[in-house]
Structure formats: structure tokens, C-alpha cells
């Protein structure tokens, strides 16, 4: 199993700032707090590993093919 990722409140602040939303002072350290506990919890997971997490979902490509087919011809 790899180690997960560790959250910290300059990533969120940064994250966030590029989006142009501000935090009230010590926010992004309790958001990060709860990001690290959700993401720690989910690397203990252990049907995590049997996910496929690389793979397009079956309904994802098939509204694909319809979309395709009853796009106009160019």
C-alpha cells in the first residue's frame, strides 16, 4: 500500500486563492485537518486497491456515442 498524501493549509490556501475564494484566518488548517482524516481513511480502505480508478465509466462512454450520433454532420 503507498502512503497517502499529506493536505496542508498553504496547498488549500493557494488552491483556493487561484480560484479567487478567501478564508477566514485558521480555516484552510481545519479544512486540511478534515481533507487529511477523509484521505487517510480512504488509503485504509481495503477494497480501495480493486478499484479501477483509470478506467471510463460504462455510462460515460455510452452518452458519448449518443452524443456523437446525433451530432450534425460537418
Sequence with gaps: MTAAKQW???AIDVALEAQGIALAPKRAER???GQQSL???SAADPLRPALEFDADPPGFMLALVRCKARS???
Excluded: N, R, V, Y
Aim: aromatic content about 0%; charged content about 25%.
Design 31 to 33: 479544512l486540511a485537518a
Design 72 to 74: 450534425p454532420s460537418k
Design 8 to 10: 496542508s493549509s498553504e
Design 39 to 41: 484521505l487517510d481513511a
